[in-house]
């Protein structure tokens, strides 16, 4: 007989930063705080929200306050990181290209960075006087879960997590910035992508306010059943969770979603092939 | 100045039915009475739910009362619909070509066939003993609404929901059989189909128990904006709403997702292109 293979599990923290004006150095401050006084330390990862670096509703610092991958805050981050011995993701406004993009980097215990992701989809409003859009989704590997980040409005959209999910995704990690009156996406849309992917889900939000506009909280850190493993209110906090990737298989068996979706979108429509555009 | 174009609405009727042996013929007298009583009547569209005519779980008797699309339960549905002046869908075991198809059939208030659908997706369980899928989507127009009909399994796909919206769908119609262990079906991911797509969605459910299987009731309407239109709990209802086609405009314009969606669906993940089965 040969033991039974060891369960992976990860031990997640999800941040939700209560939006205020504070520096970039006065950000990691707060991190490196709550990450010192967190009792279930050290994390296996910690997600942090979306534009953690420079706010998210505030105007021209998105440009002011940008920095390319290797930048200071990045820097400093990866020395957080080695500190609390802990994977970490944040977003920031990135310069490259003499482009801007709203994007989210991974950094591993050791400082190291795995990835960087730039947002696919930027929704109507102040973002698209700002950001372009970046052209590829973002996978890495951390304690042996396959990981893909998606940021806020691009996890909205099915097409995002399923093509992540059919790619090997265990765990999607959407840092966001939602705002109260799209409570319909934190309280039923997130969830219904675990559940509909057979995948892990932690979306980091802000709550409190930020130049007028009210954020909704509600953080959640979803099973691949569709379970609620975590959910915060609408106060500053940290949501933790240890996630077992056995459960992905076990979700995947009952409901063989990712099996059983064949050829769906290519099924035809009165004789003409779907979808239409 | 021209008038404004006259605002197009259809007064659905969602029939959540509580499931017992009870014959082709009792069932279709059920649904005149409940029709005969109803205080909202008449309707412009009446949905039963998946394999009205039989029952969902009842073994042999699936094929046993099989019928074609112009069976006689088709002939005496067609003058039910003709008295009541409504439109109406139902599901029913359909023998053609040597199989067996779960079927439903729509018929419009004058007695005429519009359209009959086979469920794309057979889930795993009893059903793939019996059942065929179907090949193809399912278009039809009531009222100036464009319909498309999913039954259960099939509308629990991102892809089929999608598909039908970017066909050009006003309203889903998604006759089911749902088990109580599945509440979130129900409760999240359906909200969630309407939401993502900016259409309406009725979701025509059993309530009761057939044969061992606890079915969870909680038909609904859903709005294009995700909003509970009407919800049944556990017990055998009607449920009614006036739908008003504008409301998907007005979803849509507020979140523009089949617009900005894009080719999510075609993005690479690390220089490969996704989705990869």
């Known amino acids: 007989m040969t033991a039974p293979a060891a369960t992976q599990s990860l031990k997640l923290a999800v941040l939700q930063y209560s939006a205020r004006d504070e520096t970039p150095d006065q950000r990691l401050q707060w991190l490196d705080d709550i990450l010192r006084g967190a009792k279930d330390a050290p994390f296996g990862l910690v997600v942090c929200p979306e534009l953690f670096l420079s706010g998210y509703n505030v105007g021209r610092k998105l440009s002011d306050l940008s920095q390319t991958q290797r930048g200071s805050f990045a820097v400093s981050a990866?020395?957080?990181?080695?500190?609390?011995?802990?994977?970490?993701?944040?977003?920031?406004?990135?310069?490259?290209?003499?482009?801007?993009?709203?994007?989210?980097i991974v950094i591993d215990s050791s400082g190291r960075q795995l990835a960087n992701h730039r947002k696919l989809r930027i929704p109507n409003g102040f973002e698209r006087d700002?950001?372009?859009?970046?052209?590829?989704?973002?996978?890495?590997?951390?304690?042996g879960?396959?990981?893909?980040?998606?940021?806020?409005?691009?996890?909205?959209f099915p097409e995002a997590v399923r093509a992540c999910a059919l790619a090997g995704?265990?765990?999607?990690?959407?840092?966001?910035?939602?705002?109260?009156?799209?409570?319909?996406?934190?309280?039923?849309?997130?969830?219904?992508?675990?559940?509909?992917n057979g995948v892990f889900l932690a979306y980091a939000n802000y709550c409190g306010q930020e130049n007028g506009f009210v954020y909704l909280g509600e953080s959640c850190i979803i099973g691949p059943d569709g379970r609620e493993i975590a959910r915060a209110g609408a106060d500053e906090t940290l949501l933790?969770?240890?996630?077992?990737?056995?459960?992905?298989?076990?979700?995947?068996?009952?409901?063989?979603?990712?099996?059983?979706?064949?050829?769906?979108?290519r099924v035809a429509i009165d004789g003409r092939t779907a979808p239409l555009s």
């Not at 700002?130 to 304690?143: D, H, K, Q, S, V």
């Not at 879960?145 to 996890?155: H, M, S």
């Not at 039923?188 to 509909?196: D, H, S, T, V, Y």
Request: aromatic content about 12%; proline content about 5%.
């Open 78 to 104: 990866a020395e957080l990181a080695r500190n609390h011995r802990t994977a970490l993701v944040y977003g920031y406004p990135e310069t490259a290209d003499g482009q801007l993009y709203n994007s989210a």
């Open 240 to 265: 933790t969770a240890v996630l077992q990737r056995n459960d992905i298989a076990r979700a995947r068996e009952r409901l063989p979603y990712l099996e059983d979706r064949g050829d769906l979108d």
């Open 145 to 156: 879960f396959r990981i893909a980040l998606l940021i806020c409005y691009d996890v909205e």
């Open 169 to 196: 995704a265990d765990l999607i990690l959407a840092p966001t910035a939602l705002r109260a009156e799209w409570s319909f996406v934190a309280r039923k849309l997130i969830p219904a992508r675990a559940f509909e």
């Open 130 to 143: 700002w950001f372009t859009p970046g052209g590829n989704y973002t996978m890495l590997e951390i304690a």
